[in-house]
């Protein structure tokens, strides 16, 4: 197969192609483009749908502009919260509100995290989102004293189950994504996405197993596997170990870009199936990472064009 066959290939399958995990700006983080920039190019490229994510507001009311002053741009854009401290972390009003506005995610903190602050101490870089324009993030617990689930988050996966959204896990760490996890099972939830295992969670590929087992997706951010992301921790061999400890069926490859200094999204996801065409994944097995899998689980099938 010639360069151009690979690359006439990739573009058929980024014609449909979701991206659950993008951080196009305004954001009080530096970004490379804008949501309407990020729209723009994601149309050009025939995807069906992204969903924008800032760690400190949801893009609720952004989304809502966008669609209603650019209907020429084809690819549809969603919503998501974040649970961190500007939302007031977990806070129902603020849950509710995205909800009503059309939200698809409900992220469990990030940048607030326990987990993730612990993880900062030690990392040998700063997460691209750290700005020193704003205090310090304070850590958002998610379990009691017992090991439990507190009463507030329990509030939120109720409001989760209730509008039929997504619950993603954020920087949590494994072991309390297991015990949230399995809360919002019990409580109704039936959309759930394990963030970036590769990364900041410490989850391990029995983790990835056993997270598929119980029906969560496994999100996967390029960004920590592509040449040319400055996020890169990974290679082909260790996101190909993670699709195998999952499944096809079970597994997101999200871009998780749009920061300044690195791949933009589209090119991320150019590159990311790439990867995956030299592993020998065949074109339904990518089509199912890139595309169906997200719309399944956040309920956008009807999104996508009848050729995926």
């Known amino acids: ?87 007031g972390g977990f806070n129902p009003y603020a849950v509710e509100h995205t909800a009503a506005m059309g939200g698809k995610i409900v992220w469990l903190p990030t940048l607030a995290a326990e987990n993730h602050l612990r993880w900062q101490a030690q990392a040998q870089w700063s997460h691209p989102a750290s700005t020193d324009r704003m205090r310090p993030p304070v850590g958002i617990p998610v379990l009691d004293a017992g090991g439990g689930v507190r009463d507030e988050v329990k509030a939120v996966l109720d409001i989760v189950a209730r509008f039929d959204m997504t619950l993603a896990s954020g920087h949590l760490h494994i072991s309390e994504t297991w015990v949230v996890f399995e809360e919002a099972k019990r409580r109704g939830v039936t959309r759930l996405i394990l963030t ?29 596997f592509i040449e040319g992301s400055r996020f890169k ?8 170990h993670h699709i195998e400890a999952a499944g096809v069926e079970k597994t997101i490859l999200c871009s998780d870009l749009g920061q300044v200094g690195s791949v933009d999204p589209i090119e991320g996801f150019r590159r990311g199936i790439a990867m995956c065409l030299a592993l020998g994944y065949d074109d339904d097995q990518i089509r199912h990472m890139v595309s169906l899998n997200a719309a399944r689980v956040l309920g956008l099938e009807a999104d996508l064009p009848a050729a995926a």
């Open 1 to 87: 197969m010639t360069r151009d066959d690979t690359e006439a290939r990739i573009d058929r399958l980024l014609r449909g192609a979701v991206d659950p995990h993008v951080h196009s700006g305004p954001s009080i983080a530096p970004r490379a483009l804008d949501h309407v920039a990020l729209l723009r190019a994601a149309s050009a490229a025939g995807f069906a749908a992204v969903v924008t994510k800032d760690h400190d507001y949801s893009s609720a009311m952004t989304t809502a502009l966008i669609r209603t002053n650019f209907p020429e741009l084809t690819t549809k854009i969603y919503p998501s919260i974040v649970l961190n401290n500007v939302v």
């Open 196 to 224: 970036h295992p590769e990364e900041i969670v410490g989850a391990s590929l029995n983790d990835v197993k056993g997270m598929a087992a119980m029906g969560a997706y496994v999100e996967h951010s390029l960004a920590m």
């Open 233 to 240: 921790i990974a290679g082909a061999e260790e996101l190909h």
